[in-house]
């Protein structure tokens, strides 16, 4: 496979790693400002802030994934040389961000 | 004492001047790249440069805004909207922009990545790329469109 290739669809993989992972929160830890800590624990008297411990799962589990991916690519796969595989795949990705953007402002809006 | 609370406005500051840069290097960059979608393959080094610089900008911007959230959450969302307003639209409009706020560092990662290994544009080989590195960037422009736009009116109704 093609080096540019290659490090593509290890972006993609890496992309809808980080949109499964955004999206599911399979682990979390949250922020307490009040208090100054951080813990994995939801405590429901204080303010709790999931953000931070959202986006750090996201981003290295993304990361994380797009890496294994671009070593395993790299052991002599021969699939999807198509041009249009790789387009396909790519914009794919484009589709998940955006769709999660999307529930993201849905669910924010009919929480709020 | 919440984190960053004392230094809340300058840290405010900067979040606007890197959010500028940030938006600038988006328009700079959709003008360049939708140039290549329409085939007018010029001022390639210019398209990298703004590329390089969203990369930076919005890097800073994020991690300026992180460090802002805290004295936010506690000073404006719990004292002021949901306190004295019950603004609960304004909350909503500043969670979405959070969460937009992580999916666009993931955008313009990928921006970058897609600006390094388009060369020459013009090339056979690179012109598969090119309509996700759009699709990215129309992504980025309603992105940092809608981050900017919430973010001001969020300063206007009260700031940290």
Partial sequence: MERKDRIVLAMVIGMLGFVITYYFQPFAFYYYPLEGIWSTEKLSETIAMGWYGRSFWGLTLGALAGSIAFGLLGKGWKILRFDAAIKLLSLLAVTALVLLSVHIVIHEFSVG | ?160
Avoid at chain 2, 8 to 23: D, E, P, Q, S
Avoid at chain 2, 33 to 42: E, T
Avoid at chain 2, 90 to 107: D, I, S
Wanted: charged share 15%; with cysteine.
């Fill in chain 2, 1 to 160: 004492m919440i984190a960053f609370e004392s230094i809340g406005k300058l840290l405010l500051f900067l979040h606007l001047i890197a959010a500028v840069c940030a938006t600038a290097a988006t328009i700079h960059l959709a003008i360049r790249v939708f140039g290549y979608l329409a085939g007018r393959y010029i001022k390639i080094s210019q398209e990298k440069v703004f590329a390089k610089l969203l990369l930076i900008s919005y890097g800073v911007c994020y991690m300026l805004g992180a460090l802002l959230y805290p004295n936010f959450r506690i000073r404006v969302r719990r004292d002021y909207f949901d306190a004295v307003q019950h603004m609960n639209f304004a909350t909503a409009l500043f969670e979405v922009k959070e969460h937009l706020a992580t999916l666009g560092l993931v955008a313009t990662m990928a921006i970058w990545i897609f600006s390094k290994l388009i060369d020459r544009p013009s090339k056979l080989e690179n012109k598969k790329y090119l309509p996700a590195y759009g699709a990215l960037i129309i992504f980025m422009l309603a992105n940092v469109a809608y981050n900017i736009w919430s973010g001001w009116y969020l300063t206007v109704l009260r700031s940290v």
